[in-house]
């Protein structure tokens, strides 16, 4: 009769081979390379801009973007780091989401559809009216359907948004047909 073999003296796994195998279960790695690719983007745009036109202090335009392309690389690298120690991201463990469920195809497609009317529109009617047409057609396709205060709320953001950003920021926004009255 010979001995059952004992569970806890099991041969040690073997090292993975291959690269794919050695990257099994780590998907952040994923998130790393996208953040690295989008730091390297920010930084290349930012060093290269022309700023001499906007220069008004110590502080010009590249300095923003060059501390978020530099935080990028940073959280990239601090990121895959911790991957490769071993670190797993924890679980969701509050959401209550199917994920056997599809995603919600019609929410993305009128988002996206949106946000490009009102690139196509902030020339020709202004940011007031395309952002006010954006913001209610945000509301709407994220699922409000309260017809009568999301125009108000819409036009009220977009004029708020525009006088932020074109007279108390003094980045110009177009006015559009609009310019006489605002």
Known sequence: MTPAPDPTSAAAPTPPSGLA????????????????VLGV???TDALTMDA???QRGPVGPKTV??????????????????????GRGEAEGGEDID???????RTVLLLAGVFLGNAVLIQPLGFPISGA???????????SRSFSRDPIVAAVLSVVTFFVF?????VPLPGGPLMGVL
């Open 133 to 143: 047409l954006l913001f209610w057609g945000s509301a709407y396709a994220l699922g």
């Open 41 to 43: 983007l920010v930084l």
């Open 21 to 36: 195998e050695r990257l099994r279960g780590r998907s952040e790695l994923g998130v790393c390379a996208l953040l690295l």
């Open 65 to 86: 973007p060059v501390v978020v392309g530099a935080g990028l690389l940073l959280v990239a690298v601090l990121l895959a780091v911790d991957v490769l120690r071993g």
């Open 52 to 54: 001499s036109f906007a």
């Open 166 to 170: 074109d007279r108390l920021l003094s």
């Open 99 to 105: 994920l056997s469920a599809p995603g919600d195809w």
